[in-house]
């Protein structure tokens, strides 16, 4: 394994990536944790959702899921599905220990073509809404997920990047303790849900710190706009540092890749002229297509061609 080059860039110094930060052992244990022991917080204050609702509507989802003959590790594509059932959809295929596909707007045809995902969910109908309503608040986990196992396939620019349970716990984990996230916080966080920046922002980062999530009150904004309090870049030539400090994404690299200059926990960043050279815990699992991955996992680190200014 220490000669794989995907595991040798996911390496940060000699932390190497099964030394895992972060504290649950897969994101089912982070909802089960956060909203057993945390139950009574509104998680969504604007419809007043608290975490134990959540968590009984994920329940609700996974056992239909079940009933659709959905399995561990199978790939589950959604597209067009609004918040919250978004975020409650991709936890409950994450209960069951399958991969949530998601992807830009027009990848749809790639996706098809290059997973051949088992489900396609472009909607919750009312026949559905109906049959999920009547399943049972309670789910038992009859596999057992790894912090290493897939969790997302996400499509950007025609690749399938795949990304583990560990890639968006510690993702996440490096935006809260960067930026000091804390209970008290509301978030506003006004992302796309197909992205993977979208899932560490809003389906994870709420529930990780404790915080609740509102489009009315909150008193911290995650946009791409440039007068939110965190402006999250998905197109960029450079790495600067900014008051507040500008989110550089990196779809490779999870997510977020760097807060103005400074990188994202346990990731590192070795600037070129032409290429830049990336390690860390949030490096992806690699591309679906292995030559692809064949061109960027090179010199023990992942290697883009884009020149990065630190």
């Known amino acids: ?70 399995n561990k590790n199978d790939r589950v594509f959604v597209t067009n599905i609004p918040s919250p059932v978004m975020e409650i959809l991709s936890y409950a295929i994450w209960s069951l220990g399958a991969t949530l596909v998601i992807a830009d707007d027009n990848e749809r045809d790639t996706v098809i073509s290059k997973v051949k995902p088992k489900l396609i969910i472009d909607k919750i109908t009312k026949k559905d809404k109906l049959i999920i309503d009547k399943q049972s608040e309670d789910f038992i986990e009859i596999n057992t997920t790894l912090l290493l196992d897939e969790a997302v396939i996400y499509f950007n620019n025609g690749n399938g990047i795949r990304l583990s349970h560990y890639n968006l716990l510690i993702n996440t984990y490096g935006v809260q303790r960067q930026l000091n996230i804390l209970y008290k916080d509301l978030l506003r966080v006004d992302i796309p849900l197909n992205t993977s920046t979208g899932i560490v922002l809003k389906t994870i980062l709420p ?74 815990h949030s490096v992806m699992m690699g591309y679906l297509d292995d030559k692809t991955n064949n061109k960027v996992f090179k010199f023990g680190s992942l290697v883009m061609q884009k020149c990065i200014s630190i």
Not at 51 to 68: H, Q, R
Not at 227 to 251: A, G, H, I, M, R
Not at 254 to 274: R, Y
């Open 1 to 70: 394994m220490k000669n794989n080059p995907i595991y040798q860039a996911q390496c940060f110094g000699n932390i190497e990536p099964i030394e895992y930060m972060v504290p649950y052992p897969n994101l089912r244990s982070l909802i089960v944790g956060q909203c057993i022991k945390f139950s009574d917080n509104i998680l969504y204050r604007d419809i007043g959702m608290t975490n134990g609702t959540f968590l009984k509507s994920i329940n609700k989802f996974a056992n239909w899921l079940l009933n659709k003959k959905t």
């Open 207 to 280: 529930l990780y710190s404790g915080t609740s999530i509102s489009e009315k009150s909150a008193n911290i904004t995650f946009s791409t706009k440039n007068d939110s309090d965190y402006q999250v870049k998905f197109d960029w030539e450079n790495l600067k540092n900014t008051n507040p400090q500008c989110l550089y994404v990196l779809p490779e690299a999870t997510a977020i890749l760097a807060f103005g200059t400074t990188p994202n926990h346990l990731v590192s960043i070795i600037s070129g002229k032409e290429i830049v050279k990336i390690n860390g």
